[in-house]
């Protein structure tokens, strides 16, 4: 089975980017999906010779918490822009330090980071033990990092068990 479906998700997201892509739901833009869905990824699995295991539960609940907290985080950035003078605002360098070992994480992690209102990833060093963030708004730059590490790359830990 592995061998017809070495990369599920990946097929999945195909199939659904078809259909997304054609704008309309038939039989056949269905199955030409799939078949793209299922060939793509057979075709480059050979390239793909350490791709890391997900779970799936608690990704789907990481993804829930990033999009609770995208939404939250524009409501904070709105207020911090209309209410906050900008001599108020701290805004910081972050150095946080990675517990994460596989790239895939790594790369979810900072995409997360930057997909937040008022924080961006900026770089990961060169021996990938730490990421680089400038924050919108960071008081306390060690409760920020603290936050991001409890919120985040524990949950994204987790995942890429």
Known sequence: MSRLFPHPGLT???ALMWMVMVGEVSFGALFLG???GVI???VTAPWWPGRPKLRFLPAAAYCGIVLWDIVVAN????????FKRTRDLRPAWLTIPLDL???EAITVFAGTISLTPGTVSADVSACGK???VHALHAPDPAAEIAKVKARYEARLKGIFA
């Open 34 to 36: 799939l078949l793209v």
């Open 75 to 82: 409501f904070q950035v709105a207020a911090i822009i209309l």
């Open 40 to 42: 793509v990824p057979i």
């Open 130 to 132: 730490y990421l680089l």
């Open 12 to 14: 999945a997201l195909l």
């Open 101 to 103: 070992a596989s790239p």
